[in-house]
């Protein structure tokens, strides 16, 4: 009998140990989740900067698959335009650790305002997705922490897209007869109704056509693209192919290394817009190369106080691009190819500055 109690003794004992050491387990993962969430969130070092001029998303590592532990992201949006705000979608797909009492200790996603550095809302477990989210401002910052314990899946995935806020005037209650506009909603504006110089730094952000095209008609955009290819009588391309001299001089390698070096033309990128100054239609790409004098005219023969290096051949080149255009008294874009004529420098020489046009 004596033996028997000292079996059960021993096993309580046992269990008592075996109890104490999950409830630190526990602990310890609380008070690292606190950490963390104390410590690595605010580190500047992890914040990536995104600047928005069109419509993006960011994600979780490994979206939609499980995301990786221990990991601390923060992406800060910024809006091009001033005037605007941003909006956040969660995707429908949307999973991280579940919460704990209902408060996400552990694994979660978290919108704040930078402005004042309100917290929007803090995210976690798969039950529900996450509403809209927008900012006060044109800026808007988003944090994941996930701790070393119970990754998930799918993690989330944040759609991110420009909001023009509507203006409603409203009657200064101070000072009859007085006036001033609020912004009172935000408005998801599409491409064709947004500003034309905000759309056309979101047409520039674009690398294909083919996204430019699904940006500007996600409904029919496989369509338009087939139209904008398909030839018509309006259109006419034009090619133009210039000869090239062929010189051939004896130089040395230290005289041909100056030459290049020298005025003659080189590659530019300009602006399809201000080479036209075309202010109301949007080109696409909206920069082109073209030849231009550059360099120096160290070498000048001329007898006079200051060489410029200037174009003695001005030909023009034509380049096919896409044209973007309101139409009138309707809302919406016309989209063409177009073909539009940029001077190219064939040849440069050096003159007396003052005596450009000699």
């Given at each position: ?29 609380f ?57 956040l ?131 029919r955009w ?9 030839p ?22 230290l ?51 200051e ?52």
């Open positions: 009998m004596l033996l028997f109690g000292l079996l059960l003794l021993t096993s309580a004992l046992a269990g008592q140990r075996h109890g104490t050491q999950a409830e630190s387990n526990l602990s310890s993962k008070q690292y989740s606190s950490n963390k969430e104390q410590n690595g969130v605010q580190d500047p070092q992890h914040e990536r900067i995104i600047t928005v001029s069109t419509n993006g998303s960011i994600h979780s590592p490994r979206f939609p698959h499980t995301y990786p532990r221990n990991m601390v992201l923060v992406w800060r949006l910024v809006a091009a335009e001033e005037n605007v705000w941003i909006q979608t969660f995707d429908e797909r949307f999973g991280l650790e579940d919460p704990e009492d209902d408060i996400c200790k552990y694994d979660f996603v978290e919108v704040e305002e930078p402005s004042d550095g309100t917290i929007l809302g803090r995210w976690c477990g798969s039950g529900t997705v996450p509403g809209k989210q927008i900012s006060k401002g044109n800026q808007i910052r988003i944090r994941f922490v996930s701790d070393e314990y119970f990754p998930s899946e799918p993690g989330f995935c944040i759609h991110y897209n420009i909001v023009v806020p509507i203006l409603k005037a409203t009657r200064d209650q101070s000072y009859p007869g007085e006036q001033f506009t609020e912004a009172v909603s935000p408005s998801v504006l599409p491409p064709s109704a947004l500003p034309l110089d905000l759309l056309n730094n979101a047409v520039t952000a674009f690398s294909t056509l083919e996204d430019l095209i699904r940006y500007l008609e996600p409904d496989q369509l338009d693209l087939e139209d904008l290819y398909r018509t009588w309006q259109l006419l391309g034009k090619a133009f192919v210039f000869g090239r001299k062929s010189r051939v001089v004896d130089l040395n390698l005289k041909e290394e100056v030459r290049l070096y020298s005025c003659t033309p080189r590659n530019f990128s300009v602006s399809i817009r201000e080479e036209l100054k075309r202010t109301d239609t949007i080109f696409w790409p909206g920069c082109l190369l073209v030849k231009r004098c550059g360099g120096n005219c160290a070498c000048c023969l001329h007898n006079c106080h060489c410029q290096c200037v174009p003695s051949k001005v030909t023009k080149k034509y380049h096919e691009v896409l044209q973007l255009r309101p139409k009138s008294g309707v809302r919406g874009l016309h989209k063409s190819l177009t073909d539009v004529a940029l001077e190219h420098h064939e040849e440069c020489d050096c003159v007396c500055r003052g005596h450009a046009g000699g």
